[in-house]
Nanobody, 115 residues
Framework: QVQLVESGGGLVQVGGSLRLSCIVS????????LGWYRQAPGKQRELVAG???????DYADSVKGRFTISRDNAKNTIYLQMNSLKPEDTAIYYC?????????WGQGTQVTVSS
């Protein structure tokens, strides 16, 4: 069973920063795609950022230039550095890994950006 545990969410003012962490219970070195998603109230879950095994990254247009995804294979951890936060970034953030065609999700961490 693959388990993911997110942390680092919280309440922050507009323009502030947060760093989310996601610890994975298995070795992530060989996993091809890892990602961060978010879901705001009344909206569908959306991809925020993804990172491949080779370190390639992809971002939603709404977060490009403000968010950075990274991975530490030695710590089996995925990070999301979020800068210049906006009220529209308020959501529950989830990390996801894919293992043998199955997707595994964390429980989510709340990010609230106040104006």
């Amino acid at each position: 069973q693959v388990q993911l545990v997110e942390s680092g969410g919280g309440l922050v003012q507009v323009g502030g920063s947060l760093r989310l962490s996601c610890i994975v219970s298995i070795n992530i070195f060989s996993l091809y795609e890892l990602g961060w998603y978010r879901q705001a109230p009344g909206k569908q879950r959306e991809l925020v950022a993804g990172i491949t095994r080779g370190g390639g990254t992809d971002y939603a247009d709404s977060v490009k230039g403000r968010f950075t995804i990274s991975r530490d294979n030695a710590k089996n951890t995925i990070y999301l550095q979020m800068n210049s936060l906006k009220p529209e970034d308020t959501a529950i953030y989830y990390c996801k890994v894919q293992v043998d065609l199955l997707g595994y999700w964390g429980q989510g961490t709340q990010v609230t950006v106040s104006s």
